[in-house]
């Protein structure tokens, strides 16, 4: 059945409300939830898909939950798709902060709610790092992929370089490697054999 006819815009609208409605954390700590619904519950995306929807919404302007479920949303349905998938993922953010906005000066001070997102924040770490190892069994295990991905976490992580043009870099190595020293490698692969 074709992927189009097979998920309502509803389903996609539900899942990305359920994904925006319980996960705190911010963008990345979305990405293995939306993953797990995105590639292992509702099929609509591949591993490889993921990899290049974040990598995407990672270098376009905005948040990169709301990027990835509108990328999710287009690949779906296309345009109405994306529609449900963003407003899924942003409602309930947007209700909350607005029923909120009206309490968070009374309990600013209050000690269980600052240990309540003490514990929160730890726990958030913990789901991006699992993003991390699952989005990496996407790559190939070659010398490139390992270096193209330290310098970038060295550019990013350390030197605290923007993002943006450190993908835009690794896009141009890539494409590069492809062209140009990937082939020689081959041909002298198959020389040796």
């Not at 947007?94 to 600052?114: E, G, K, M, P, T």
Request: hydrophobic share 55%.
């Amino acid at each position: 059945m074709d992927q189009e006819k097979s998920s309502s815009l509803w389903t996609l609208f539900a899942s990305f409300f359920k994904i925006g409605a319980f996960t705190f954390g911010g963008g990345y700590a979305m990405i293995p939830i939306i993953e797990k619904e995105a590639i292992e519950k509702q099929h609509w995306i591949t591993d490889s898909d993921m990899l290049d929807i974040i990598a995407i919404a990672e270098s376009t302007p905005g948040v990169l939950a709301v990027n990835t479920a509108t990328f999710v949303g287009y690949k779906v349905r296309r345009f109405w798709g994306s529609v449900a998938a963003t407003l899924g993922v942003v409602l309930p953010a947007f209700l909350l902060i607005s029923v909120l906005s009206y309490f968070i000066a009374q309990v600013r001070d209050n000690l269980w709610v600052a240990a309540a997102f003490e514990g929160i924040r730890a726990a958030v770490v913990v789901l991006i790092l699992n993003a991390v190892v699952k989005l990496s069994k996407g790559c190939k295990k070659d010398w490139f992929n390992y270096a193209l991905m330290g310098v970038s976490f060295l550019l990013v992580a350390l030197l605290n370089l923007p993002v943006i043009p450190v993908i835009l870099g690794a896009a141009i190595l890539g494409i590069l490697y492809t062209l140009f020293v990937l082939p020689k490698m081959q041909a002298r692969e198959k020389e040796g054999k």
